[in-house]
């Protein structure tokens, strides 16, 4: 025995020291796979580790989880429109999908997110609420539900005290980063049945004030004086009040007063309802509890109408489908997506219906991960931007080194398979040995895992799953359909697909001719039917009429494949096609996304008319690639100077076709000539959206000149 323990602790000792040589980002296999890899002379040492390696593993490894249902056949088809051409496909977690009807709440009393924030103080014992810190350093400080509700009244009070009317004719406006106080309004706009229309933080003066005249905004809520000052740059004459979460400059108030806008402080507002004590005068179901601004990437904004029951409706169905790993009351989720997006509004409303804490981050997306590890949050939503750093920075640790890619790709391997087996934990030597500072980045507690937004890389999201340790779970969905459409489950590991459709919706594909899109081949534009589809866009049933036809589906614009499991895969973009002389159709976003994985691009824009036979492009080229070729290949000159060379111009396009080649994009759909921009294309510039989409229409206008150019020498 004694014997036995010497080498057992030889072979723990041999772990400690390579533990301590590599400091990796990634995960390690078991201690068995390990040892298979030491050579020399101990071999008696390594058979018996791995003797004993491999009793542990056995002894240690957890149950599979087992799905909820079969694998293979996650959704069902609907019998009550099983006529014409498309099949209708329905959730297989609700029992009456198919008969047509939809999840509107998992709870009697939490049918609207007034009474769903209720539920959450009820079965959480009135316990921890919002949480904030005041700086780097120190511990989340909590407001709990019962507060929450107090000043969310007395808020709410004050508000209807300064002149505002309670019901859905009045919008409250609210401009700022996440943070408690966010959520305090909007439940005080719920308390009186106020409709939030938030302002994205990224908008410009611009998209601002036609969001304001628009919605017809009287009081908005703002975080700081420099969003006052934001707002104020081209105010509206209907705004009359700014409520400041934060002390402004008395240069801002005398600027605001000779405009006729008002600015009072929250603090006060709140102290004022709280003497008024006015009568609440909760929302219905039916009731508007949102108008969200799409940010759009033709002409302007668009408002997006919600109602409770839309809301209610998609976050029921989310926490339906989590099936055992479902949110529960001592679940902890830190908040730093944009509160003005659908998803981490459902997010957060989830969490408060089933009584889970939210602690917001402190505002810098740079030192998330310090929050992350001063929050330890138990459930997080995220996207892809964010999960690409995480891959992009393990694989920068790790290659230039054997030892460290070796281990890293049998902790993988090792984590992959237990996948595949239905096996997640973050307990295995690999967790241990090599996954450790990932999870840590992250808290170290997270058991869920919620990506959306845009898609993931398939080798990402699996990479994910394993260094996290947690259910990772991706769906689809639009803000039009209050963020998710379908959602994967629980037990599938397979990435690839969004899973199937979520039990608020039933969902169909479209015959798209034009880009021969078959429903009777599986394919088509995404169609979606349920009670998460919104009630149209705000004061423009002419644009309604266009996404969300005469049965009441709404047409997506995206184009999507059933897997043969009964799961939703995106393949393409119906929106932004237009047709080239010769009767051929361009989408000109797919194009992009093949010439973006050139090494030479940073940014793309491809461009085509009705009246030319050939499209072209505008390139933003990659600064560090092209002055590192340039330098190989002695050509001097700043970046500007580089992008006017024909050398440099000839590499990028040569380069760019044949990556068309290779992804099987026919000679038409080739660019014939680029030319290279040396400044990005931004939100600051007017050429990207806050979610960082190009906006064409903008991009066309702003390249005119060089596009016209092109098309000249092409003729």
């Given at each position: 025995?004694?014997?036995?323990?010497?080498?057992?602790?030889?072979?723990?000792?041999?772990?400690?020291?390579?533990?301590n040589?590599?400091?990796?980002?990634?995960?390690?296999?078991?201690?068995?796979?390990?040892?298979?890899?030491?050579?020399?002379?101990?071999?008696?040492?390594?058979?018996?580790?791995?003797?004993?390696?491999?009793?542990?593993?056995?002894a240690?490894?957890?149950?599979?989880?087992?799905?909820?249902?079969?694998?293979?056949?996650?959704?069902?088809?609907?019998?009550?429109?099983?006529?014409?051409?498309?099949?209708?496909?329905?959730?297989?977690?609700?029992?009456?999908?198919?008969?047509?009807?939809?999840?509107?709440?998992?709870?009697?009393?939490?049918?609207?997110l007034?009474?769903?924030?209720?539920?959450?103080?009820?079965?959480?014992?009135?316990?921890?609420?919002?949480?904030?810190?005041?700086?780097?350093?120190?511990?989340?400080?909590?407001?709990?539900?019962?507060?929450?509700?107090l000043?969310?009244?007395?808020?709410?009070?004050?508000?209807?005290?300064?002149?505002?009317?309670?019901?859905?004719?009045?919008?409250?406006?609210i401009?700022?980063?996440?943070c408690?106080?966010?959520?305090?309004?909007?439940?005080?706009?719920?308390?009186?049945?106020?409709?939030?229309?938030?302002?994205?933080?990224?908008?410009?003066?611009?998209?601002?004030?036609?969001?304001?005249?628009?919605?017809?905004?009287?009081?908005?809520?703002?975080?700081?004086?420099?969003?006052?000052?934001?707002?104020?740059?081209?105010?509206?004459?209907?705004?009359?009040?700014?409520?400041?979460?934060?002390?402004?400059?008395?240069?801002?108030?005398?600027?605001?007063?000779?405009?006729?806008?008002?600015?009072?402080?929250?603090?006060?507002?709140?102290?004022?309802?709280?003497?008024?004590?006015?009568?609440?005068?909760?929302?219905?179901?039916?009731?508007?509890?949102?108008?969200?601004?799409?940010?759009?990437?033709?002409?302007?904004?668009?408002?997006?109408?919600?109602?409770?029951?839309?809301?209610?409706?998609?976050?029921?169905?989310?926490?339906?489908?989590?099936?055992?790993?479902?949110?529960?009351?001592?679940?902890?989720?830190?908040?730093?997506?944009?509160?003005?997006?659908?998803?981490?509004?459902?997010?957060?409303?989830?969490?408060?219906?089933?009584?889970?804490?939210?602690?917001?981050?402190?505002?810098?997306?740079?030192?998330?991960?310090?929050?992350?590890?001063?929050?330890?949050?138990?459930?997080?939503?995220?996207?892809?931007?964010?999960?690409?750093?995480?891959?992009?920075?393990?694989?920068?640790?790790?290659?230039?080194?054997c030892?460290?890619?070796?281990?890293?790709?049998?902790?993988?391997s090792?984590?992959?398979?237990?996948?595949?087996?239905?096996?997640?934990?973050?307990?295995?030597?690999?967790?241990?040995?090599?996954?450790?500072?990932?999870?840590?980045?992250?808290?170290?507690?997270?058991?869920?895992?919620?990506?959306?937004?845009?898609?993931?890389?398939?080798?990402?999201?699996?990479?994910?799953?394993?260094?996290?340790?947690?259910?990772?779970?991706?769906?689809?969905?639009?803000?039009?359909?209050?963020?998710?459409?379908?959602?994967?489950?629980?037990?599938?590991?397979?990435?690839?697909?969004?899973?199937?459709?979520?039990?608020?919706?039933?969902?169909?594909?479209?015959?798209?001719?034009?880009?021969?899109?078959?429903?009777?081949?599986?394919?088509?534009?995404?169609?979606?039917?349920?009670?998460?589809?919104?009630?149209?866009?705000f004061?423009?049933?002419?644009?309604?009429?266009?996404?969300?036809?005469?049965?009441?589906?709404?047409?997506?614009?995206?184009?999507?494949?059933w897997?043969?499991?009964?799961?939703?895969?995106i393949?393409?973009?119906?929106?932004?096609?237009?047709?080239?002389?010769?009767?051929?159709?361009?989408?000109?976003?797919?194009?992009?996304?093949?010439?973006?994985?050139?090494q030479?691009?940073?940014?793309?824009?491809?461009?085509?008319?009705?009246?030319?036979?050939?499209?072209?492009?505008?390139?933003?080229?990659?600064?560090?690639?092209?002055?590192?070729?340039?330098?190989?290949?002695?050509?001097?000159?700043?970046?500007?100077v580089?992008?006017?060379?024909?050398?440099?111009?000839?590499?990028?396009?040569?380069?760019?076709?044949?990556?068309?080649?290779?992804?099987?994009?026919?000679?038409?759909?080739?660019?014939?000539?680029?030319?290279?921009?040396?400044?990005?294309?931004?939100?600051?510039?007017?050429?990207?959206?806050?979610?960082?989409?190009?906006?064409?229409?903008?991009?066309?206008?702003?390249?005119?000149?060089?596009?016209?150019?092109?098309?000249?020498?092409?003729t």
């Amino acid at each position: 025995m004694y014997g036995l323990n010497v080498l057992i602790n030889a072979t723990a000792a041999s772990f400690h020291y390579l533990k301590n040589k590599m400091e990796i980002y990634a995960s390690v296999e078991d201690m068995e796979q390990y040892l298979q890899y030491i050579g020399g002379g101990a071999g008696a040492l390594a058979l018996t580790g791995v003797a004993a390696a491999s009793a542990f593993y056995l002894a240690s490894r957890p149950t599979p989880q087992r799905p909820l249902f079969p694998l293979d056949a996650q959704c069902i088809l609907e019998s009550s429109e099983a006529s014409g051409p498309d099949v209708i496909r329905v959730s297989r977690f609700y029992k009456d999908a198919k008969e047509g009807k939809f999840v509107s709440y998992l709870h009697s009393d939490a049918t609207t997110l007034y009474e769903s924030f209720r539920r959450g103080a009820k079965i959480s014992n009135n316990g921890p609420c919002l949480g904030w810190r005041e700086s780097y350093g120190k511990p989340y400080q909590w407001l709990t539900y019962n507060e929450s509700l107090l000043r969310a009244r007395n808020l709410g009070s004050g508000m209807v005290e300064i002149g505002l009317k309670p019901g859905t004719s009045t919008m409250i406006g609210i401009y700022a980063i996440n943070c408690p106080e966010w959520i305090l309004v909007e439940q005080a706009a719920y308390c009186y049945s106020m409709v939030i229309v938030p302002l994205y933080d990224t908008l410009g003066a611009d998209a601002c004030s036609f969001i304001i005249k628009h919605a017809e905004i009287q009081v908005i809520l703002v975080e700081d004086d420099a969003k006052c000052n934001s707002i104020l740059e081209k105010s509206p004459r209907c705004l009359k009040k700014l409520i400041v979460f934060k002390e402004v400059r008395p240069a801002t108030k005398q600027r605001a007063k000779n405009m006729g806008i008002e600015i009072l402080r929250l603090q006060d507002v709140e102290l004022l309802g709280s003497k008024a004590n006015n009568p609440e005068v909760p929302p219905k179901p039916t009731d508007l509890c949102t108008i969200c601004y799409t940010s759009g990437t033709t002409g302007q904004p668009k408002g997006v109408m919600l109602t409770h029951e839309n809301v209610v409706g998609s976050m029921s169905a989310v926490v339906l489908q989590f099936g055992d790993h479902r949110l529960r009351s001592d679940d902890v989720m830190l908040s730093f997506l944009p509160l003005a997006h659908m998803m981490e509004r459902c997010c957060e409303s989830a969490m408060y219906m089933q009584g889970g804490a939210v602690g917001f981050y402190l505002g810098d997306i740079r030192r998330l991960s310090d929050d992350m590890k001063a929050l330890k949050p138990t459930v997080t939503p995220a996207v892809p931007r964010l999960l690409n750093r995480i891959y992009d920075k393990v694989q920068s640790d790790i290659n230039g080194n054997c030892v460290k890619k070796m281990l890293f790709n049998m902790a993988l391997s090792s984590k992959e398979s237990e996948l595949k087996r239905g096996i997640i934990r973050k307990n295995s030597f690999w967790d241990m040995f090599v996954f450790k500072k990932v999870q840590e980045g992250m808290g170290g507690r997270l058991r869920l895992m919620l990506v959306g937004s845009a898609p993931l890389a398939e080798n990402v999201l699996t990479f994910i799953r394993c260094a996290m340790g947690c259910v990772v779970v991706e769906g689809y969905g639009q803000t039009e359909c209050c963020a998710p459409v379908t959602l994967t489950i629980q037990g599938d590991h397979v990435p690839g697909h969004v899973g199937p459709p979520l039990a608020c919706c039933c969902l169909k594909l479209s015959d798209v001719p034009e880009m021969e899109y078959w429903s009777r081949n599986n394919q088509g534009e995404v169609c979606v039917k349920g009670t998460n589809v919104f009630k149209g866009y705000f004061k423009d049933p002419e644009k309604t009429e266009e996404v969300v036809d005469e049965f009441g589906w709404h047409h997506t614009g995206d184009i999507g494949m059933w897997m043969p499991n009964g799961t939703l895969k995106i393949i393409d973009r119906r929106k932004h096609i237009f047709k080239l002389s010769q009767g051929e159709y361009i989408v000109p976003e797919k194009i992009e996304n093949i010439y973006i994985r050139s090494q030479y691009v940073a940014q793309v824009f491809v461009h085509g008319e009705s009246l030319k036979s050939c499209i072209i492009g505008v390139v933003v080229p990659d600064v560090d690639v092209i002055k590192c070729w340039a330098q190989e290949n002695s050509i001097t000159g700043t970046f500007s100077v580089l992008c006017n060379h024909p050398e440099v111009k000839q590499l990028i396009l040569d380069d760019m076709v044949a990556w068309g080649k290779e992804s099987g994009l026919k000679s038409f759909e080739q660019v014939k000539d680029i030319y290279l921009h040396p400044d990005p294309f931004s939100v600051q510039n007017g050429l990207l959206t806050p979610t960082l989409k190009s906006k064409r229409p903008q991009l066309k206008a702003y390249f005119k000149p060089q596009l016209d150019d092109m098309y000249t020498r092409l003729t």
